[in-house]
């Protein structure tokens, strides 16, 4: 079976901080993709990143990156430099290529950033 | 990415009604799915839309409680039958997109209050 952890049920940090959001996956399948979504307060879904299980490297894209360990099973995401924008609730998810296509969520980290 | 419609955005309803939800998606899809969000948790599976068959029902959902149609690849509705007020949530419809890489896209969700 497949599972995403998000130990890290609410963060609180004060602009400018960085932050890293923690995602620990688990699945016996050896393809496989992760994701990372926003959940700003109007409540829409945002897509950030997706990973294939081939591909460790690390990612940036602005003042977001993502750290990917496959022998840890992580996939962490940091954001520099927070700003105020950033708060939201962000999930971590898993699809598997087996079988029927689903996908996983976590519980979701609350990110609040204080001016 | 894609336009993802839902309809209602919101409605309020009486217990023991049914409500029927509408998603229209303006790309051309492969998969298509239901997830249920209540209020502050994660995303939970109802299931997957099959186009021109019944759906894939995760443990937990049945097809009388959550019938769900897919006539074409770009069209699908959500009933939930016989509400009560633990039927209120934000049922959110999601597509993996035809061509894309696999990430998930949502509407904008639909919110039902249960009086």
């Known amino acids: 079976a497949q599972k995403v952890t998000q130990a890290q049920t609410e963060i609180s940090v004060v602009e400018k901080e960085d932050v890293t959001l923690d995602c620990v996956y688990e699945?016996?399948?050896?393809?496989?993709?992760l994701f990372w979504y926003k959940q700003p307060p109007s409540g829409e879904l945002v897509f950030l990143i997706r990973?294939?299980?081939?591909?460790?490297q690390n990612e940036i894209s602005g003042r977001y990156s993502w750290n990917f360990q496959k022998s840890t099973s992580s996939f962490n995401f940091t954001i520099t430099a927070s700003q105020v924008v950033d708060s939201a609730v962000y999930f971590c998810?898993?699809?598997?290529?087996?079988?029927?296509?689903?996908?996983?969520f976590g519980t979701g980290t609350r990110l609040k950033v204080l001016a | 990415s894609a336009v993802i419609s839902q309809k209602p955005s919101r409605d309020i309803c009486q217990r023991g009604t049914s409500l029927t939800i509408q998603c229209q998606v303006d790309?051309?899809?492969?998969?298509m799915f239901w997830y249920r969000q209540q209020p502050g948790q994660s995303l939970t599976l109802i299931a997957t839309?099959?186009?021109?068959?019944?759906?894939?029902?995760e443990s937990g959902f049945v097809i009388d409680k959550f019938p769900i149609s897919r006539p074409n690849l770009t069209f699908s509705t959500l009933t939930v039958s016989n509400m009560s007020p633990e039927d209120s949530s934000i049922y959110l419809c999601?597509?993996?997109?035809?061509?894309?890489?696999?990430?998930?896209?949502f509407g904008e969700g639909s919110r039902l209050t249960v009086l």
């Open positions: 990973r294939n299980s081939f591909d460790e």
């Open positions: 699945t016996r399948d050896t393809t496989y993709y």
């Open positions: 839309a099959n186009q021109g068959s019944e759906a894939t029902y």
């Open positions: 790309s051309q899809v492969t998969m």
């Open positions: 998810a898993l699809s598997v290529a087996s079988g029927t296509y689903k996908y996983i």
């Open positions: 999601s597509v993996v997109i035809r061509g894309n890489t696999g990430e998930l896209f």
